[in-house]
């Protein structure tokens, strides 16, 4: 038995090499054109529409196949033309053969965009230090597979969860869990497991420091925000809190982790339901839709059985902005 963070950097490193990972799992960004991106370019146009920068630097960590940037760039190309312009896209990636597949896919659909690729390892930020800083940054379903850990308390005792590599788990009683530990633990349901997300706290925090004035993040994923997301009963949940695509190891996002901690740092922090952000955006109530090369929203009629909460969420903080 291994604690969770261990047994995810041992995993994962392995499975995010492989160019086929995407037949293995569906996403909000997969599809050409997708919902999700066409609302991050909007919001995005509206919060530079009188920007006076020559250059808007762009970065996205974890770009997949290329889909979540191009519907980002096809849409703010029809929207506005001369923003476009300026733009100097950043891909990021852990796979090589994925991140040319990624670049490639972009500058066969926009050939003088400005457009770079980089090897980068969200498990390791801090080797991440680039010469410029962004504007934007942006990722999707990338915190929820980065090295985090468990716990969970029991009768008024904390314990770490430890895991083998078919998922199976055991404890391991914590005889001085820290004030963070004990904290998150007293606010959520007794008996539930928790993952602390530490990786994703340490990623984000590094690319923070690159963002230039006024500038924003925004990370889409799937987890939990409050304790009206604890629907299931503790077995449930506990089952499915951690779950296994393949041979990568994925775990929820406690959204309330990070937006507590940056919100202690003084930093300007939002987390809200995605399919909010896509509502906000375009001023309809978007429903879920289950496409075979990916989900995505729709504003008409879904195709998706289940019409419910889908618990994935963004959050998003803003540089230089009063709290």
Same mark, same amino acid.
Do not use: W
């Given at each position: 038995?291994?604690?969770l ?8 490193s392995?499975?995010?090499?492989n160019k ?6 569906l996403?909000?960004a997969q ?5 999700l991106?066409?609302a991050t ?5 509206n919060?530079?529409?009188q920007?006076?920068?020559?250059i808007?630097n762009v970065l ?9 940037? #191009?519907?980002?760039?096809t849409?703010l190309k029809k929207k506005n +033309? =001369?923003? &476009?312009?300026k733009i100097?896209y950043?891909?990021? *990636?852990?796979?090589d ?11 066969k659909?926009?050939?003088s ?5 980089i090897?980068?390892d969200?498990?390791?930020p801090?080797l ?8 934007y940054i942006?990722?999707?379903?990338? #915190?929820?597979?980065l090295?985090?850990k468990?716990?969970?308390? +029991? =009768?008024? &005792?904390f314990y ?5 590599k *078919?998922?199976n ?6 005889k001085?869990p ?8 007293n ?5 539930f497991f928790?993952p602390?997300?530490?990786s994703?706290?340490k990623l984000?925090?590094?690319?923070y ?15 939990f925000?409050s +304790? =009206?997301d604890f ?5 449930e949940w506990n089952?499915?809190?951690?779950r ?8 929820d ?5 990070l937006?507590?901690?940056?919100r202690a740092k003084k930093?300007?922090?939002k987390?809200e339901l995605?399919?909010d952000?896509?509502k906000?955006i375009?001023?309809q ?5 289950l496409y075979?090369?990916g989900l995505?929203y729709a504003f +008409?009629n ?8 889908d618990y994935?969420?963004?959050?998003s903080?803003?540089?230089n902005?009063?709290?």
């Open positions: 038995m291994l604690a963070d261990k047994l995810m950097v041992k995993q994962n392995f499975y995010y090499k086929r990972l995407y037949s293995d799992f996403t909000y599809r050409k054109n997708n919902i991106g066409q370019a909007i919001n995005f146009s919060k530079f529409l920007s006076n920068s020559k808007l996205e960590i974890g770009c997949g196949n290329g889909s979540f940037a #191009l519907s980002f760039l849409t +033309k =001369e923003l &476009f312009k100097n950043t891909l990021a *990636d852990f796979s053969p994925i991140l040319n597949s990624a670049f490639n896919n972009i500058k659909s926009f050939p965009i400005k457009l770079k690729k090897i980068f969200a498990n390791a801090s991440f230090k680039p010469s410029l800083h962004f504007d942006r990722a999707n379903e990338l #915190l929820t597979d090295a985090a468990v716990f969970v308390k +029991k =009768e008024n &005792f770490e969860v430890l895991y083998d *078919d998922l788990f055991s404890f391991k009683k914590i001085k820290s004030n963070q530990i004990k904290e998150l633990l606010y959520f349901p007794e008996g928790i602390i997300n530490f994703a706290k984000v925090t590094h690319l420091n690159f963002l230039s004035k006024e500038a924003y993040v925004e990370f889409f994923d799937y987890g925000f +304790k =009206e629907i299931l009963d503790s077995e089952k499915l809190i951690v296994k695509y393949s041979s990568q190891i994925t775990v996002l406690n959204f309330f982790y937006y507590s901690y940056f930093i300007s922090a987390v995605q399919s952000y896509v906000n375009f001023g109530q978007p429903s879920i839709a075979k090369n995505d +008409k879904s195709n998706f059985e289940f019409q419910e909460q994935f969420y963004v959050l903080l803003e540089k902005k009063k709290i």
